[in-house]
């Protein structure tokens, strides 16, 4: 017989009884209307000065109207009465966009020049600053970097900021560091790239891309779309970008399209992180006087891009004894140095970064300069042998710190050629011929707060020399055209300037340039054989982003890969594409790239045409705040050509198309030039209308 349960005590549900609704009381009445009254006033309140602030805010906004428009009145009569109207073609400030196009050329013009000014007088607004961090050094710490007292020019304040960062974990550029070649870089870091890039380069191999490891082959659906393995439209990125790199350097313009290759080639996985820097030597061999790149070195030379067996206590390997016996007839070298492609303040593993420009402007070797002597040892530069060395941007200054050292690494450094660089407080020996080419509006070369010391005595010419040794310097300044969008980034862009070098190369503004161009174009002929070597910090295994902070979407994939899945997947035989990014100068100038590699150049050029992919492509302008778009196209049939195209839009609102077609062999343009050369050209340019491709 079961236990009776125990007795529960039942405790109800709190509940709120129903009730009647009942007239309000007097009583409520009164409350009711005390409260819409204070409701009444304090709205009537905030209703006022909501007015009154909506009148201040207007008669703000006219006060600026007015400011604005006497401003640029003022400024479109004082332009007036120039020569040459620049940077923009002003028109009466009458309507808003006359208006916006007076206030951009007056910023544009007046910011490099109060930046110029500004590092003008920079020793004398900051020395006492620093000689206070000195003081206070002696108690604290963290304060105590040298220089200590002469800190009175710009390189001594470049160093006492370096010296200071340092101690805060800032700026520090290492001292030692690794140096391969590329090929063999993507290989051990990105093997995937590595293994396609085999199959591109076999000629032989006309089947489909056949992946190393199984992982890899996994297919992917994407919106409906199914696709294949890898790599696909929509697949593996980076894949276009390693793939798609030239094999000869024709001239100086060819020589700035390169720059924007090895800008590009740092971050090979395309994650806007710089994995390496990339250092890229070019050997060129004299057909005239017996030289062939396609020969094999001779028995204990080195071929380009072959590591050099160096004693390991030796920094950088054991330079060559110099003599007559090392040189080779006919050889000459061209070294190119990549430019700033991260402006994070910490220092990361690529070597070309903010930490490299800081150590630069104080004129002080930096890693990437030493880098840049291994990878001359390691591609075979003998003492003897012309070497060109080239760079732009920070590129350039490493550059000349090469041409100042070359002696002591047993170089010879016979030309230099920079753009956009701060490099007038260098004193180079006479055996070196320079030749930099500045943009007016460059912020950049301004930053030295030195004008370049030497000018060429021609046609009556003043001569500025700072030294009895001091040999050749000619500097050319120009004023690229400008697109809209970034105006300020787009006169520090390598892509800008290979157009002002493609200018000079036609049109030199003055003999000693012609004579300049002429004594360099034995760099740019004969037989050449490219070799890309990657440089890394030893110590620092961390990939800095581009930028440090990002104020708008710069490395959404969905925008670029769905833009590539509407505009490429009716093209026939696409492999791959990559869109990305190509940071050539400052961190705003965003000049859109798209590399894409298919199996035959025939139907882009008989059955698409550019227009239709144009149309699919510049929506990214809009979208990311482009400043251009940069199409290069290679086939897996022809890999010896490239076609490219640049298309910018102007100020005037127009679009400005370069296309460029480049072949590597006489075969190569017989067969193809007929289609992709109409007239014979080789580069042309062409206007379109503002509406062509809408």
Do not use: C
């Not at 966009?97 to 109060?114: E, G, K, M």
């Not at 030796?314 to 190119?336: K, M, Y």
């Not at 007038?424 to 950049?444: A, F, K, M, N």
């Not at 190369?505 to 740019?524: L, S, W």
């Amino acid at each position: 017989m079961s236990a009776p349960e125990p007795d529960v005590e039942q405790t109800p549900a709190p509940q709120l009884p129903p009730w009647l609704r009942r007239p309000r009381r007097p009583l409520g009445w009164v409350g009711l209307s005390v409260m819409v009254a204070v409701a009444s006033i304090v709205m009537l309140a905030l209703g006022l000065v909501a007015a009154v602030v909506a009148v201040v805010a207007w008669a703000v906004r006219g006060l600026i109207w007015i400011v604005m428009t006497v401003a640029d009145f003022a400024w479109y009569l004082l332009r007036g009465l120039r020569a040459r109207p620049y940077p923009f073609a002003l028109r009466p400030p009458f309507g808003r966009a006359a208006r916006a196009t007076a206030v951009n050329d007056a910023w544009v013009s007046t910011l490099p020049r109060l930046i110029g000014l500004a590092a003008r007088t920079a020793g004398f607004l900051f020395a006492p600053l620093a000689l206070l961090a000195s003081l206070v050094g002696i108690v604290l710490p963290r304060l105590r970097a040298r220089p200590y007292v002469a800190v009175f020019n710009v390189p001594s304040l470049e160093t006492k900021l370096i010296g200071l960062g340092r101690n805060l974990g800032y700026f520090d550029d290492g001292r030692a560091v690794s140096v391969m070649p590329y090929d063999e870089f993507l290989h051990v870091t990105f093997p995937q790239r590595a293994d396609f890039l085999t199959w591109w380069r076999d000629e032989s191999d006309s089947g489909p891309f056949r992946p190393a490891e199984a992982k890899w082959n996994t297919p992917r659906h994407f919106s409906g779309l199914t696709l294949g393995p890898f790599p696909d439209v929509l697949g593996l990125p980076g894949l276009a970008l390693t793939a798609m790199r030239r094999t000869r350097i024709g001239g100086l313009r060819e020589l700035f399209i390169s720059q924007r290759e090895i800008d590009d080639l740092g971050d090979p996985d395309l994650d806007d992180r710089a994995d390496v820097a990339v250092i890229r030597v070019v050997r060129v061999d004299d057909v005239a006087d017996g030289g062939d790149a396609s020969q094999s070195p001779s028995p204990g030379e080195p071929a380009a891009g072959e590591d050099q067996a160096v004693p390991s206590d030796v920094p950088g390997g054991a330079p060559p004894t110099p003599g007559a016996a090392d040189t080779r007839a006919g050889v000459r070298w061209i070294v190119q140095l990549p430019s700033t492609q991260t402006w994070h303040p910490r220092a990361g593993r690529a070597p070309n970064d903010l930490t490299a420009d800081f150590v630069a402007l104080s004129m002080h070797e930096t890693t990437l300069t030493r880098a840049a002597v291994q990878a001359m040892r390691q591609a075979g530069i003998r003492s003897g042998e012309p070497v060109l060395v080239a760079g732009f941007s920070l590129g350039g200054m490493v550059a000349t710190q090469i041409a100042d050292l070359a002696e002591r690494e047993h170089f010879t450094v016979t030309h230099l050629v920079t753009a956009g660089s701060p490099i007038g407080r260098y004193r180079l020996p006479r055996t070196i011929r320079v030749l930099s080419l500045e943009h007016i509006l460059d912020t950049v070369p301004r930053l030295e707060a030195r004008e370049n010391p030497i000018v060429v005595p021609h046609d009556g010419v003043v001569v500025h020399r700072s030294g009895p040794d001091a040999g050749e310097w000619i500097t050319v300044k120009a004023g690229p055209p400008l697109p809209r969008g970034y105006r300020i980034a787009a006169t520090h862009h390598s892509p800008s300037y290979a157009e002002t070098a493609g200018s000079i190369e036609t049109e030199p503004p003055a003999q000693v340039v012609a004579d300049y161009v002429d004594g360099i174009r034995p760099f740019f002929a004969g037989a050449q054989r490219i070799s890309d070597f990657a440089a890394r910090r030893v110590g620092i295994d961390v990939p800095r982003p581009a930028v440090p902070i990002y104020f708008h979407s710069t490395v959404d994939d969905g925008v670029t890969r769905d833009e590539l899945r509407v505009t490429l997947r009716r093209v026939p035989g696409v492999i791959a594409v990559d869109i990305y990014q190509s940071r050539t100068g400052f961190p705003t100038a965003i000049l859109w790239s798209a590399d894409v590699l298919v199996r035959s150049l025939r139907p882009w050029f008989q059955d698409v045409g550019r227009a239709s992919v144009y149309r699919g492509l510049l929506t990214l302008l809009a979208r990311e705040r482009g400043i251009g778009l940069h199409l290069r196209l290679q086939a897996k049939r022809t890999p010896g050509v490239t076609w490219e195209g640049t298309l910018q839009r102007m100020a005037d609102g127009r679009w400005r198309e370069r296309v460029d077609v480049s072949f590597d062999s006489d075969e190569a343009r017989d067969e193809w030039g007929p289609l992709l050369l109409p007239g014979g050209w080789a580069s042309k340019v062409t206007y379109y209308d503002a509406d062509a491709f809408a």
